[in-house]
């Protein structure tokens, strides 16, 4: 608590009193016009608005790796327990995908490996993905 002087009697007053003692002014606080909070809250909204559209998306080489993890699944023995790493994807000269990478997912007899995976697959038409050829294990890629 600290004490100012009332600005219309020029005596002390404590900055935690609602008004004057001496002649019931009410004190000078500090708030912005309500026309400035709307403008500043506007900004804020249009900036989160913004900034949330622009964000990118997946890209084609990202969505055929998310893909392939789905087909290598199809494959799996227990197929919730696995995770993947080190997708690589490109892109064939008639269009199709090509992607491997890892997969660490438990056996029948719940043991977690790790095995090589590749996939070859085409994007059709919006969602659209087909796997021609998915291989896990030490035979994947050749």
């Known amino acids: 608590m600290s004490i100012k002087a009332c600005p219309e009697c020029g005596k002390d007053v404590s900055t935690e009193a609602a008004t004057c003692p001496h002649c019931g002014a009410k004190p000078n606080r500090r708030v912005l016009p309500a026309y400035l909070m709307a403008i500043l809250g506007g900004l804020i909204v249009t900036a989160l608005i913004t900034g949330v559209a622009n964000e990118p998306g997946p890209t084609e080489a990202e969505r055929a790796c998310a893909m392939a993890r789905e087909f290598v699944k199809e494959r799996l023995k227990a197929p919730a327990t696995a995770s993947f790493s080190e997708c690589t994807s490109w892109q064939e000269p008639g269009g199709g995908w090509e992607v491997k990478g890892y997969v660490?997912?438990?056996?029948?007899f719940g043991v977690k490996l790790r095995a090589p995976f590749f996939v070859r697959l085409s994007h059709a038409e919006g969602n659209e993905w087909t796997a021609s050829n998915t291989q896990?294990?030490?035979?994947?890629?050749?």
Do not use: K, L, T, Y
Not at 104 to 108: A, L, Q
């Open 104 to 108: 660490d997912s438990e056996n029948s």
């Open 136 to 142: 896990v294990g030490p035979e994947a890629g050749s």
